[in-house]
């Protein structure tokens, strides 16, 4: 007779099943159908993804050139974080893929986005030691209307492989930002400072800042600079993606 564990163990997979019949999940990067269901990304991009490697700014970690040790934004700006890193670069794929997450109901991407953060990001987390993981935080509205928020279901995947908690009550976006395109730094910042809001204690931890793409830097540099000046002991920040630099 089997036990109760191993015929829950196979209703669970004849669910899975069923529901990899109704809606087949596909691969984050070339959308093609997943033929195994263990699988979170296909054969043939298995093999072809590559995380970024080579010289890499020190502070925030975009690609730079080999004599280079900061990138030009933080040459200029150096963001109020200790330090960050992201994962791929963001390319035509990789901005397909987050498209494809964000607005196309491919949810399930977040699976690969958060294991991929996992395995290129743990020697980092290791050196790190946060004590938090904290998604960036959407406007209400917006995440109504979306139906979730993009970085915690990676930050909640990273959680699964890390066992470092996850905390979406520390910050909280009062309000959508306006058009960030037609501004310059400063007034981007300016843009981002009232938006965001420190609503729980952050005193004496370390902190991790989960996004999905790391493009100027202004989010993350305003949301350290807040989580420190309320007693945050370090603010780091993993991205699935990172833009080059300028
Ligand atoms: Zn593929
Ligand atoms: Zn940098």
Redesign the pocket.
């Given at each position: 007779m089997r036990s109760s564990r191993s015929v829950t163990a196979l209703l669970a997979q004849g669910y899975r099943n069923f529901l990899d019949l109704l809606y087949p999940r596909r691969c984050p990067l070339c959308h093609r159908i997943l033929r195994e269901h263990h699988e979170l990304i296909c054969p043939d991009c298995a093999r072809d993804i590559r995380p970024i490697s080579g010289p890499r700014?020190?502070?925030?970690?975009?690609p730079?050139l080999e004599e280079e040790e900061?990138?030009?934004?933080?040459?200029s700006h150096?963001?109020a974080f200790d330090q960050g890193r992201g994962i791929f670069l963001y390319d035509d794929r990789m901005k397909y893929s987050i498209m494809k997450y964000k607005y196309f109901g491919c949810r399930e991407y977040s699976r690969f986005y958060g294991k991929a953060m996992y395995l290129y990001g743990r020697d980092l987390l290791a050196l790190w030691q946060p004590q938090m993981i904290v998604p960036v935080p959407l406007y209400w509205r917006k995440q109504k209307i979306r139906g979730f928020n993009q970085a915690e279901l990676m930050a909640r995947e990273l959680s699964r492989y890390t066992g470092i908690p996850v905390n979406t009550r520390l910050l909280k976006k009062n309000h959508a930002t306006r058009s960030q395109k037609k501004l310059d730094a400063a007034g981007r910042k300016q843009n981002l400072r009232e938006a965001f809001q420190v609503v729980g204690n952050p005193a004496g931890k370390s902190i991790l800042l989960i996004d999905d793409v790391y493009t100027t830097?202004s989010t993350m540099d305003v949301l350290a600079r807040a989580l420190l000046g309320k007693g945050a002991s370090h603010v780091f920040f993993l991205t699935l993606c990172i833009g080059r630099?300028r």
């Open positions: 700014c020190y502070k925030c970690g975009k730079v900061y990138c030009r934004d933080c040459q150096p963001g830097g630099n």
